[in-house]
């Protein structure tokens, strides 16, 4: 690491405490050293233990894990530390950065993973991020309590993202339309991740999965807001509330479709609105996230394959019961030059579309820098076309919300 004077801020929460893990004595002194110049008492543990023997388990914190243990054993003491301190950050530093590596840490809580050879103000800020996630982590009122017993509260609108084809861009459009309805509303928005395997909406907008809807569907009927409250993961800046996918494919199979639909009529309570994320399929889980929903925004791009299986969906649903009314088709990526028009489009999926995205290359561009395109470019077509979106979405009610068919 280079010694060039650090240009990143303190963390606001001084509160925080940082310590590092590492049992090499040299490095651990000399991150020690580092971190004090973001401030605070930084204290460093030979190891995971002594951390946990020894750290004041009432002080949220951020642990800074050195790079002298391999990743592999590093990532695996992340999972436990997140399970014994579920609201400590955790910054990994490495020898090297390979994407594996990478992903494996995001999936098991770490923040953010730093390589040895970055610039000093790369960890540095990282850790100031963490940090301030930690401080934004703390038990704070993040959703009202609900209205008092007797009076009818208004309830959210659930709006659920599906379509029966990966890689459509739902997540994109989840989290789009999430973070706009966020920063349209002063009431409570909150983006449920129900693709159970393969769920990014965490890893997409640079959250630590700290808790997931696992621990929801855990808790079975004894679920309440107030629980639910402290699974929300917070982004800033724009307010949105989180409940993240699992981190381990396999808990899956844990949660079923009464768990879903406990968990949406809890936000539903609390929140304006609910927006769900599905995986591509009609597994249990989509089935919930379909019947509990007062909108269905239907997926599809301007490709054969995509609106085949966006019409299969659709004639599916019809068999299933799932109020046609609710559905409007979102054709992503339509100016795509392939062949296919927007009416081809409307044509073979016997509906009129309701909104159509640009493709856009920022779309791309901030799904890998995990920032939202309606943050980081507000003023392009495609956060221009999904702000039309949520004003739609926000000015249909309930009992009218409906596609338009063509005939
Ligand atoms: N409108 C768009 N313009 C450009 N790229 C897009 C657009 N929508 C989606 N993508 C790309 O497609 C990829 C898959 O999108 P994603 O939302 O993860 O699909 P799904 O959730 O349906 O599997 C994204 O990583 C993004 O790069
Ligand atoms: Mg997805």
């Not at 909406?201 to 696992?214: C, D």
């Not at 799904?367 to 392009?380: D, I, L, M, Q």
């Amino acid at each position: 690491m280079t010694q060039d004077p650090p240009k990143a801020k303190p963390p606001k929460g001084d509160q925080v405490a940082i310590s590092v893990v590492d049992p090499d004595e040299v490095v651990r002194f000399v991150l020690t050293e580092r971190m004090q110049e973001i401030g605070g008492n930084v204290v460093g543990y030979e190891n995971l233990a002594a951390f946990s023997d020894q750290a004041d388990p009432a002080r949220p914190g951020v642990v800074v894990f050195g790079p002298s243990d391999k990743p592999d054993e590093v990532i695996s003491q992340v999972a436990g530390l997140i399970g014994f301190r579920p609201g400590c950050g955790a910054i990994m530093v490495v020898y090297e950065l390979t994407a594996e590596v990478l992903q494996g840490a995001l999936r098991a809580g770490v923040d953010d993973v730093v390589a040895v050879t970055a610039e000093d103000t790369e960890l540095l800020d990282a850790v100031s991020r963490a940090a301030a996630r930690v401080n934004l982590r703390r038990p704070t009122p993040v959703i009202p309590p609900p209205a008092p017993a007797g009076s009818h509260g208004p309830q959210g609108r659930v709006i659920t993202v599906f379509s029966t084809k990966g890689g459509t861009g739902k997540s994109v459009v989840a989290i789009n339309l999430a973070v706009a309805l966020a920063k349209r509303t002063i009431q409570p928005v909150v983006l449920v991740d129900a693709d159970l395997q393969f769920g990014d909406v965490a890893l997409m907008l640079q959250l630590a999965p700290v808790h997931t809807i696992a621990e929801a569907a855990a808790a079975g009927e004894r679920l309440d807001g107030a629980m639910l409250e402290n699974l929300l993961l917070r982004h800033e800046p724009s307010g949105l509330l989180v409940l993240a996918a699992p981190t381990e494919p396999s808990s899956a199979d844990r949660i079923g479709r009464a768990d879903l639909a406990r968990t949406l009529a809890v936000l539903r309570e609390r929140c304006a609105y609910v927006v769900v994320d599905t995986s591509a399929n009609f597994a249990e889980i989509t089935l919930s996230a379909l019947e509990a929903a007062d909108d269905i925004l239907v997926l599809a791009s301007l490709d054969v394959m995509s609106l085949k299986s966006a019409r299969v969906g659709l004639q599916t649903m019809r068999v299933l019961d799932i109020p046609f009314s609710t559905v409007k088709f979102v054709l992503n990526r339509a100016n795509t030059r392939v062949g296919l028009s927007e009416a081809d489009a409307e044509r073979a999926v016997q509906l009129k579309v309701d909104a159509a995205l640009p493709s856009d290359i920022l779309v791309a561009e901030s799904v890998n820098r995990g920032v939202p395109v309606v943050t980081s470019s507000p003023r392009s077509k495609f956060a221009k076309s999904i702000d039309d979106l949520a004003s739609v979405l926000m000015a249909s009610a309930p009992a009218v919300a409906g596609a338009q068919q063509v005939e």
